[in-house]
């Protein structure tokens, strides 16, 4: 779930009351709202906060603030080695991100990373020599997700489906060889019944406040400055999904809710009976 910064202490309240246990924040970029991040950690020590951040915006003063609360995980965006998050995300980022992982390390926080896995840089974003690097640098959680095509014309970059089964093997084979935390998005599905969005493991709140299935289904007929939580997961748009989930299985597109995305945006006009 992606927590909405600004929402009231109201809101806070009712969401551990609805048995919320990991809040996801993301952005945009998390840091920004440094403070706030800060104020939901310290009111709700029950609550794990995983951060997507770019990870530009961590210095010593902000790692020392985040140690005080071990329920916030920074997750720092890496492409894979140097050429790779440099090419997407700037010459020298690479360097500057190292930088924020030795600041990070030093000030005794749990931290990861998290990489867009595409067609392009799977080889080498889970060769051993990638993570023994990430690992001397302080990360102990490695996020594995897996692109999805949402900008048009990128489909080229989409997991082959036997890139899709040999990540899943991957993972595991890192996970005995390496004392680290590997998670996978969208991850294995299949093998629970399908997709795990619109409330049936995690929804997604957008940055005004609309409950989506997921990131990658943006469509909502419920917004939380208008209604309760509770209320919003009963809505008859989340529930057909939650219904549905066995046919939203892993598909060729990376997200099964993305692909599928003309029959969610149908729910959300025309609820089937």
Not at 221 to 247: G, M, P
Request: aromatic share 10%.
């Amino acid at each position: 779930m992606e927590q909405k910064l600004h929402i009231t202490r109201k809101k806070r309240q009712e969401y551990a009351r609805n048995w919320v246990s990991v809040v996801v924040i993301a952005g945009g970029e998390p840091l920004l709202r440094k403070d706030e991040i800060l104020s939901l950690a310290r009111s709700f020590p029950q609550i794990l906060f995983p951060l997507f951040t770019n990870g530009l915006l961590i210095d010593n003063d902000t790692a020392q603030k985040i140690a005080i609360y071990r329920n916030i995980v920074p997750l720092i965006s890496f492409e894979g080695f140097r050429p790779d998050t440099d090419s997407r995300r700037g010459n020298g980022v690479y360097d500057q991100l190292l930088s924020s992982c030795s600041v990070l390390q030093k000030n005794g926080i749990f931290f990861g990373c998290s990489v867009t896995v595409t067609r392009v840089n799977m080889a080498r974003v889970t060769d051993g020599r990638f993570i023994r690097g990430m690992m001397e640098a302080g990360v102990r959680v490695f996020t594995f997700v897996e692109y999805v095509p949402i900008e048009p014309g990128t489909e080229d970059l989409v997991l082959t489906r036997d890139q899709q089964k040999a990540l899943h093997s991957c993972m595991s084979a890192l996970e005995k060889q390496f004392p680290a935390l590997f998670i996978g998005f969208p991850g294995d599905e299949e093998q629970f019944g399908g997709c795990f969005a619109a409330g049936r493991g995690f929804i997604h709140i957008s940055s005004s406040g609309n409950v989506e299935p997921c990131p990658a289904a943006p469509f909502s007929d419920a917004n939380l400055t208008s209604v309760s939580l509770k209320e919003a997961l009963q809505s008859s748009f989340l529930d057909n999904i939650r219904q549905h989930h066995d046919l939203l299985t892993e598909t060729n597109g990376g997200c099964a809710l993305w692909t599928n995305r003309e029959w969610v945006q149908m729910l959300v006009t025309k609820p089937e009976e």
